[in-house]
């Protein structure tokens, strides 16, 4: 008689996301590969769980392809344990589970240090506008119209997947201008209308206009 003896659970690999990745969503769905075929349980946060005490069941029963359809995160740091157990029933401890670590981030770039600033009066109707973000994304811009998303501003900015953006702005009039400037961070939370930047600029073409002169013209002058 031949025996196969096994008594260790099954061994994970290949997640998706990687485990220390940024996540635009407080559900995620990972993926995972078994080295035999079993099952996968999931639970974030919370005491280090075995497989028997994770609270989430994952798909994949029977197979050495699992999805673990993970819930229940929150914004900014979170721990997803995964205990999976083998068709003969070895199964994960706490000590022997797989703790991933996740970022979620479900809020768009924040804008700052715009230049020229909001406000300011310029010399042209074409303005290259530079602006900072604090993580890295891409930015669109419009000049007037109705307050866009990013989807829908017309204009593309340079600086795409950097913290460094410049948008080559034309289209202004004489006068008061808005230009709006909505952007995109890498896991694709965007700007909507009500949470882009509208920056207002007063475009000046003309030389100053004289007046009031002293003596007037024509006048007779003794020197």
């Known amino acids: 008689l031949t025996y196969t003896v096994d008594t260790t659970p099954p061994v994970q690999s290949a997640w998706s996301p ?4 940024t996540v635009g969503s407080t559900s995620q769905t990972v993926t995972l590969t078994l080295n035999e075929t079993g099952d996968c349980h999931w639970q974030v946060g919370g005491t280090d769980p075995t497989y028997a005490a994770a609270l989430g069941d994952c798909t994949g029963d029977g197979t050495t392809s699992i999805s673990c359809a993970v819930t229940g995160m929150a914004e900014g740091a979170n721990t997803v344990y995964v205990a999976c157990r083998d068709a003969v029933g070895n199964a994960d401890t706490a000590a022997s589970n797989t703790a991933l670590t996740y970022t979620v981030d479900t ?3 924040v804008q700052s240090a715009w230049s020229p600033a909001s406000g300011s009066t310029i010399a042209s109707t074409s303005q290259t506008v530079t602006l900072t973000l604090n993580e890295a994304g891409d930015c669109k811009w419009q000049v007037g119209g109705v307050d866009p998303a990013y989807s829908a501003a017309l204009g593309d900015c340079t600086g795409d997947g950097t913290t460094s953006i410049s948008c080559a702005v034309t289209g202004m009039v004489s006068g008061a201008n808005t230009v709006y400037v ?3 961070d890498t896991v694709l939370n965007a700007d909507t209308a009500a949470t882009n930047t509208a920056l207002t600029y ?4 003309a030389p100053p206009v004289q007046s009031a002169w002293s003596p007037a013209s024509g006048s007779t002058i003794a020197s």
């Open 107 to 109: 809020t768009p770039p």
């Open 18 to 21: 990687a485990s220390g990745s």
């Open 202 to 205: 007063t475009v000046d073409t």
């Open 182 to 184: 909505a952007c995109r």
